[in-house]
């Protein structure tokens, strides 16, 4: 199953371009009271979008894992709602998609590719919850996160600044800052622009405000004495979000760890260097858009061969893990974590295991 599955991922992706082309004259053709008043610009825009579904697509197969891509139409479900597209609509993109499959693919490979799209076709038949916020009053720091989100979102970074720094003055420690202000209010971000309540600029100037203000607190950050381990962190190739890998860096180097922190889309090549001229105990990596799960897979297996006595461990994170249990060991990791507060205690706790070993 998986050879044939992938097959068809290959096959697919090399034809996204006029597959997405069909899926869209055949949408425009079913539903053009949707779709004509966007115009030109729309018929462009519904091309792009077309091409990003198949990715969700070639890698739940390459997978083999219809709830990849059903997790996918869900989000895109949720999407279409807050931008106030007809609820009709992504039903019939779906069925459109799947027609196109039928009329390109043999007829084994359409049967399989119409499974996938049955699973998405009834998951976005139930009733969808609407996601609830991040910030609430029973979480932690609620009145600081609150009043720093609101800065952000109202544009004002240096209101923002100040109230993260008056808060460490006050003895608010840097690890809650990261883990109930930071991580949550990105959350929350990012919940609120997929609702289509702030905007793509505002989502930019959210993160690139996050992480100058995270800058300003390295005084704090890079006083722990050390203990002798290492750690490299780094996105895997193509992922932009790193804010998150970035937070696991700076725990790590709370903890006492020396760390090398390589940033968004870092070549495998790259990694492998760098936890070789390092010397790296243990290599966090992210991953946040389900379809960079195979080049997860592929660096894993890269720094497996190179480092074939396994003496680096290797930790993921990232949504792309997060909604699929157990992903991390198929992909041949040593390890998962939520946020980087179980990312160093996982990692103390596995080196620990492999002094005693």
């Known amino acids: 199953m998986q050879e044939i599955n992938a097959e068809i991922a290959k096959i697919i992706d090399t034809q996204r371009n006029s597959l997405s082309e069909a899926i869209v004259s055949r949408q425009y053709e079913l539903q053009p009271e949707i779709w004509e008043p ?10 792009r979008d077309s091409n990003h579904h198949f990715s969700y ?3 739940a197969l390459n997978q ?13 479900k949720q999407l279409f ?22 009329e390109r693919l043999s007829l084994e490979m359409a049967e399989i590719t119409h499974e996938y799209i049955l699973t998405a076709m009834n998951r976005i038949q139930d009733e969808l919850a609407a996601q609830p916020s991040y910030i609430t009053v029973n979480t932690p720091l609620h009145d600081l996160a609150t009043q720093y989100l609101d800065s952000l979102l109202n ?6 600044a100040n109230l993260i720094l008056q808060a460490v003055d006050k003895g608010v420690s840097v690890k809650d800052i990261y883990l109930h202000v930071f991580q949550r209010s990105q959350y929350e971000i990012g919940r609120l622009w997929h609702s289509n309540k702030v905007s793509i600029a505002q989502e930019h100037f959210c993160s690139a405000a996050t992480q100058l203000i995270m800058s300003q607190l390295y005084s704090h950050i890079f006083s722990t004495d050390k203990i ?9 190739g193509g992922e932009l979000h790193e804010i998150g890998v970035r937070m696991v860096a700076d725990f790590f180097e709370m903890e006492g760890w020396d760390t090398y922190y390589m940033g968004a889309n870092t070549p495998a090549s790259s990694i492998i260097e760098a936890i070789d001229k390092h010397e790296a105990d243990v290599v966090g990596i992210s991953a946040s858009i389900p379809f960079h799960r195979s080049a997860l897979k592929e660096l894993i297996s890269n720094i497996r061969e190179f480092d074939r006595n396994r003496k680096v461990k290797i930790l993921v994170g990232g949504y792309a893990l997060r909604t699929s249990p157990g992903l991390w060991s198929r992909l041949g990791a040593d390890g998962f974590a939520e946020d980087a507060q179980q990312a160093i205690a996982l990692a103390n706790q596995i080196i620990m295991d492999k002094s005693l070993s």
């Not at 002798?228 to 895997?236: N, Y």
């Open 38 to 47: 966007y115009g030109d610009k729309g018929r462009e825009l519904s091309l």
């Open 64 to 76: 083999s894992d219809p709830t990849l891509f059903g997790d996918y139409v869900v989000w895109l």
């Open 81 to 102: 709602e807050g931008i106030k597209i007809p609820s009709e609509a992504l039903p019939a993109m779906l069925k459109c998609t799947e027609e196109v499959l039928r």
């Open 155 to 160: 544009g004002d970074r240096r209101l923002a």
């Open 228 to 236: 002798g381990r290492k750690l490299v962190a780094a996105c895997v």
């Open 57 to 59: 697509l070639v890698e």
